[in-house]
């Protein structure tokens, strides 16, 4: 005979020949289920990852659904509706990451109910929610870490005897982050790339060397904490980088997962037109580290598991554009950097940003201006050249500044009424002092030799002004 359900039975047997009648019944004895059967699901999605790199993947204190049933030896095997069961017990392992100083998660299988995963488990002892038909079906299980988990039962006292109904041992996973928060650890601040840094810098102005790179960039730049959670609202500390290769890996940002949004105007300051005065910023991608990068030797100081520093990349540049518009009082720049995205390989996103403000630097609109030089054909002119900026009334000489180079070389000659070639330009290479120079020279032409000589000076594109009035610089 053949019994397709579970629970505690008795047989009769009744004979009758000839007028005699024969009855009996067996002692009561149970019938138990040849197997229990766990199931993870998450609607129709079974999570059963078992790799750092596994999909599907699911949140970290997300609900899915966690089923225990009780099913018969049949072929096909089917559930065992009058199942009862005796005493539960689960064995929950934490079989990723498996590090020394990973941290353990909390599953929550049943309601107000939770067991602690282990690298070295064991059974214990748990009441799942109750069975129906053969079946405990608990909506709400979630587990509170990133990860993987391995989730075994047994039932190990059914018909109060000593029954064990096992199960096959299940993968659950693969467990990420639910969201990103990013906060602000430093906003950093802005200097003059002039030689040897100033407290300001000039519309438009870029570095010396190459007259290509803008000239604000950071002292100090600006850094972000970027924290994973789950979706309880607990960070995961399991979302960590180690050094053991992606057997252990579960941290899956990187720099590039990081977008900050361009700025393109000052937040504050308006041009003569009466718009927010635009800027051009060229950013690259910075640092992503699991050390504190406030700190001198920032691999002496990791951070706590599942928080994260980004740090803008030292090749940051920044200059604002120059033009007619530009002619303002000088002014404390007020650019500001709000997060675009933060999102990792597993497509988990930020939702809670903040913005980081650096320290201004002054902006000022500057021109270098040459003074006309007087003097006899038989003695060296010095040629006067100074800078000078917009004051918000006039323009004045920049006395505090003494990085701005110049070069004998970029002066050109021209024949107004007397030859060039009769002069040299003399005086090299040097710094401006307190915004002026004469070290440059026209050598003397000699005796007899008078008249006038034009002079220009090829100088770097944000110190040329509007000499014509014809918004030409």
Not at 310 to 321: I, L, R
Request: aromatic share 10%; net charge negative; with cysteine.
């Amino acid at each position: 005979p053949i019994y397709h359900d579970a629970g505690q039975i008795r047989l009769h047997a009744n004979y009758s020949v000839g007028g005699v009648t024969l009855t009996g019944s067996s002692n009561a004895f149970w019938v138990s289920p040849a197997e229990l059967v766990i199931s993870a699901t998450s609607g129709a999605t079974n999570l059963i990852g078992a790799t750092a790199t596994a999909t599907p993947t699911h949140a970290a204190g997300e609900d899915f659904t966690l089923s225990v049933s009780a099913y018969n030896a049949a072929t096909p095997a089917v559930i065992t509706p009058n199942y009862s069961p005796g005493q539960i017990e689960f064995k929950l392992a934490r079989t990723g990451p498996t590090l020394t100083d990973s941290v353990d998660g909390n599953l929550n299988y049943a309601a107000a109910s939770t067991l602690t995963t282990s690298t070295t488990p064991e059974f214990e002892d748990i009441t799942l929610t109750s069975f129906v038909s053969g079946e405990s079906i608990y909506n709400a299980a979630h587990y509170s870490e990133v990860g993987l988990i391995n989730l075994e039962v047994q039932d190990n006292e059914y018909g109060g005897g000593n029954i064990i109904i096992a199960a096959t041992a299940i993968n659950i996973g693969r467990f990420i982050p639910d969201h990103f928060k990013q906060t602000i650890v430093n906003s950093g601040s802005f200097f003059s790339t002039c030689n040897t840094g100033t407290t300001f810098a000039y519309s438009g102005q870029k570095d010396e060397a190459t007259d290509s790179i803008g000239a604000i960039s950071y002292p100090i730049s600006p850094v972000l904490l970027i924290t994973a959670y789950n979706k309880q609202g607990d960070i995961t500390r399991n979302y960590y980088e180690d050094s053991q290769g992606s057997t252990n890996d579960y941290m899956k940002l990187s720099a590039a997962g990081v977008s900050v949004s361009v700025p393109t105007t000052d937040q504050v300051k308006t041009g003569v037109n009466g718009d927010k005065l635009p800027l051009t910023a060229n950013m690259n991608t910075g640092t992503l580290s699991q050390n504190d990068l406030t700190t001198s030797i920032p691999s002496d100081n990791p951070l706590a598991k599942g928080e994260l520093h980004y740090q803008f990349s030292d090749d940051d540049h920044f200059f604002y554009n120059r033009s007619a518009n530009a002619v303002v009082t000088p002014f404390t720049s007020d650019i500001t950097f709000s997060i675009a995205t933060i999102i990792d390989a597993d497509n988990v996103n930020v939702t809670t940003t903040e913005v980081a403000s650096p320290t201004g630097i002054e902006i000022r609109f500057g021109r270098l201006v040459l003074k006309n030089s007087f003097g006899p054909e038989t003695s060296n002119l010095p040629q006067q050249m100074q800078i000078e900026h917009f004051d918000g009334t006039d323009f004045v000489v920049s006395s505090d500044n003494d990085c701005v180079g110049y070069d004998a070389s970029k002066i050109s000659l021209t024949n107004v009424s007397l030859d060039p070639a009769l002069t040299d330009k003399l005086g090299g290479t040097g710094n401006f002092i307190e915004g002026k120079t004469q070290a440059i020279e026209l050598e003397a032409t000699g005796d007899g030799n008078r008249g006038s000589i034009g002079v220009s000076y090829d100088i770097y594109d944000w110190l040329k002004y509007d000499w014509s009035g014809n918004d030409i610089y």
